[in-house]
C-alpha cells in the first residue's frame, strides 16, 4: 500500500493536513472529477514548496494522486521512498512511447489520478510540454486543473474537460482557467501555450 493511498484513507491524515494549512493560512477547494480515473495537471510550479503544498492537498482532500518517474529513480536507496509517495516507475528506454505506457496503466487500474507538472520543471519556460494531453486522450480519460495560488492562498482542483482532440481549442480551456493564478515565483511561470 502506498503513503498516497494511506493518506487518502486517513482520517487522522485528513484532519492534521487541514490542521496545518490553517496554520499556515491556506485554505482549499475542490471540484471533484465524476471519475476516479484521470489525468491531474498542476499549476503554476514554481518553488519547491509546491510538493508541500500538494501532499497537504492530497491528505486534506484524500486524493491518492500519483506521479510517474523514471525506472532508475526506483531503486535502491530512493525505491521505497519513491514507490511509498505514490510514484509509477516509467521505462524510458522501451520502444513503447511513454504516452502508450502511462496510458496503459489506466487500462490497468479502476482507480488512478495521475499527477503531472506541464511545465516540467520550476524555471521559467516558453511553453508547456504536451504529454499529458496526449496520455489523456489516448487513455480516454478527463483532464483535471489543479492549482496553487499563492495571491489568495488557495490550493485546489478547478473543472476538468475530457481531452477533444483539438489540442489547440482544448489549450484555451487551460489558459482560460489558470488566467489570474500567481505561483509562489511568479516571475518563473511558465507561458501555457503550445511549442512553435
Known sequence: MSLAYGIQKSPIAQR???FILRLIG???HVIRPRTSRYV???APHTSNWDFGLMLLLMGAERLPIRFMGKDSLFRWPL????RAL???PVNRRERTSLVDQVAAKFSE??????????EGTR???SHWKTGFYYIALKAKVPIAMAYLDYGNRVIGVGPSFMPSGDIHADFEIIKDFYAGIVGKNPKRQGE????S
Open 192 to 195: 501555457i501555450t503550445l511549442a
Open 26 to 28: 491556506w485554505r482549499t
Open 123 to 125: 524555471k521559467k519556460t
Open 86 to 88: 505514490g510514484g509509477i
Open 16 to 18: 492534521l493536513a487541514y
Open 40 to 42: 491531474l495537471i498542476g
Open 109 to 118: 487500474r479502476g482507480e488512478l489520478i495521475i499527477g503531472i507538472a506541464p
Open 79 to 82: 525505491g521505497p521512498l519513491m
